[in-house]
């Protein structure tokens, strides 16, 4: 990593950071792909000339975001004035000037998906003031944030770098009684538990409405609770105060066996890994037993008292599922997932899977990477574990860059009779002459037991001959959760070559398209 | 109390290699910047703050001992 900066913040980054000169960029390292700009308001007596450093900084960020290179990320915190001085209440230039360059960086990152805006301030606003500089250090060093706060910085700031590597939970878990309301379903009856009305139901009743909105952020919602599966849908139905009901949650568990077997078959159920889960429940020894016996989920403490509900949300979002760019595939994939509920209910009438694929009137759009798409590309190069040939993982940089080498990025976007799943798989495939090679190949596990894998694969082996490629090579690179697809390639006309450590290399030369089953609609766009 | 220095001493220079005799001169990972994270981890286990002018002058095992003798005097 390697940090733009105007003062002294060594001690706020990793020993194998590198930096800058104070305001220096004349130097851009090209062996760093994690670059970082960082800059605070100067310390100045002088408004004018803190004006004219800040439209001086401007140029320098503009010149610095024109001359990356390909593969490299700008991570831009936003300018923060941490001495503020008022000396009349009207004159707000300073101000302006300050939020007019947090504009340009966010404006920067909105067009150029190299650069990543983080809000600093949002970060400071976690301590007074008055504690931003600790002086006595400050002209001692030239460190400009206190040691206080300078200890908080780096966990903050690790935070923020993997939601913009897209690291974020998939499925919050949660118990009932006491955790969704207030006392125990099975004793004080559908009217007598506390949702809504007076404290502490008010309290729950602003922790479920917090969450539905959670769910049409993409998050899924799944219910696991020790009580009787006929109560808990009566409340449902009959109290109108519950707001968190059946239609947002994706799987639920409500019996009375051992949750973490609960936890485990929803995770199968929804098709998602245990490592993307967060468990909460209101009881100790459910969140211990859940430790225990399965370490990859995420079992945050629960407040004390129902008030700190709020506190406790806040920090859900922010420990577990708060993202850098939400897609519109996020805001669809609740419903998406429905859809799949009720396929799958359809599935059962049919006695062989071809009719099945038959009657759902599947449409592949296959499309080449485009502005529009690359992030959703990038997000799902981040979270596809089970259908991923390869498990490279990219940002949107890393793709820009090997578009830049040459390579071809395809997603395909698919649709049947029950709903519209998006984008929901890529394949990047890299060029040399009459040779195409397949650096990732995947699809997300909600379209899978489809062959649309298939399909898609053809329809660029397809593609590939017709541009007049010869030979297509490929590999697959075994990881804790890609089994299913470990002999892929084999299954698909393809020569396994060499085999070393797992990873499985694969040859085929290409003489004729592949006729791929007719009933996939499929349109090149 | 020199237990005390030296832990901080071995948190902040991350070397096994420190003693009573450890100073600036004769310790590699001591620079400006870890001499900063070494007084802030001194005022922490000892709870109390030191002038700019002691902390010009905390580099080696002994003066940090003395001036800390000092203020507690």
């Known amino acids: 990593m390697f940090v733009f900066r105007n003062y002294t913040v060594e001690s706020l980054f990793g020993e194998d950071t590198a930096f800058s000169g104070y305001g220096d960029i004349s130097l851009i390292p090209d062996k760093e792909n994690q670059l970082v700009w ?10 004018q000339s803190q004006l004219k450093e800040i439209e001086i900084t401007r140029s320098k960020l503009q010149f610095v975001v024109a001359s990356l290179a390909p593969g490299q990320s700008l991570y831009v915190l936003s300018l923060e004035n941490l001495f503020p001085l008022r000396y009349s209440d009207t004159d707000t230039s300073l101000q302006d000037a300050v939020s007019g360059f947090n504009r340009l960086a966010m404006d920067l990152a909105a067009t150029n998906p190299a650069v990543r805006f983080l809000d600093f301030g949002e970060f400071l606003s976690k301590y007074p003031a008055e504690e931003w500089i600790n002086w006595r250090f400050y002209f001692i060093s030239q460190m400009i944030l206190s040691p206080v706060v300078a200890a908080g910085f780096k966990d903050w700031f690790n935070q923020r770098i993997a939601q913009i590597r897209g690291a974020r939970k998939k499925c919050l878990v949660l118990d009932l009684d006491n955790t969704l309301w207030g006392g125990v379903l099975g004793e004080d009856g559908v009217q007598g538990i506390k949702i809504g009305g007076d404290y502490p139901g008010n309290a729950f009743l602003y922790f479920q409405e917090a969450l539905v909105t959670l769910s049409k952020m993409g998050v899924m919602l799944a219910v696991c609770s020790k009580n009787n599966e006929a109560d808990v849908f009566e409340a449902w139905n009959k109290n109108p105060f519950i707001k968190l009901k059946s239609d947002h949650i994706s799987a639920h568990r409500i019996n009375w066996d051992n949750k973490a077997d609960n936890v485990r078959s929803i995770a199968k159920e929804l098709n998602i890994g245990l490592d993307s889960m967060v468990f909460v429940d209101d009881n100790p020894t459910e969140r211990e037993l859940i430790r225990q016996q399965l370490p990859m989920v995420a079992v945050p403490e629960f407040p004390k008292k129902p008030y700190g509900l709020m506190a406790f949300y806040a920090k859900l979002l922010d420990d577990y599922f708060r993202a850098y760019l939400l897609t519109d595939e996020d805001f669809k994939k609740n419903e998406q997932y429905k859809a799949n509920a009720r396929r799958n209910l359809s599935q059962q009438q049919f006695t062989n899977l071809t009719d099945f694929i038959r009657s759902l009137e599947i449409e592949i759009d296959i499309m080449c990477v485009d502005e529009f798409n690359l992030p959703r590309i990038a997000q799902m190069t981040q979270k596809t ?32 009779r029950f709903g519209d799943n998006g984008i929901t798989g890529a394949m990047i495939v890299n060029r040399e002459g009459s040779t195409a090679k397949i650096d990732t190949f995947l699809l997300s596990c909600r379209i899978l037991g489809k062959n649309i894998e298939s399909a898609f694969f053809y329809s660029i082996v397809n593609k590939l001959l017709e541009q007049g490629v010869k030979e297509l090579q490929s590999c697959y690179i075994p990881t804790a959760k890609n089994a299913q697809v470990a002999d892929f390639y084999e299954r698909h006309g393809m020569t396994l070559l060499d085999e070393k450590n797992g990873e499985k290399y694969y040859g085929m030369i290409l003489t004729k398209p592949t ?11 | 109390m020199d237990e005390k220095i030296l832990e901080a001493m071995r948190k902040v220079f991350r070397s096994g290699d420190i003693d009573s005799t450890t100073s600036q001169a004769n310790c590699e990972t001591w620079d400006s910047l870890h001499h900063l994270n070494f007084i802030v981890e001194l005022e922490e286990a000892f ?27």
């Open chain 2, 47 to 73: 709870d109390m703050e030191f002038e700019p002018e002691e902390i010009s002058e905390m580099k080696s095992f002994a003066a940090v001992k003395s001036i800390i003798k000092n203020k507690t005097k």
């Open chain 1, 38 to 47: 960082f800059y605070q308001v100067p310390l100045n007596f002088d408004l």
């Open chain 1, 515 to 525: 006729v791929i089953d007719d009933y996939y609609t499929i349109t090149y766009k």
């Open chain 1, 385 to 416: 574990n089970q259908f991923n040939l390869t498990t490279r993982r990219y940002t949107e940089a890393d793709i820009n860059g090997l578009i830049g080498a040459g390579a071809d990025v395809y997603c395909i976007s698919v649709r049947d």
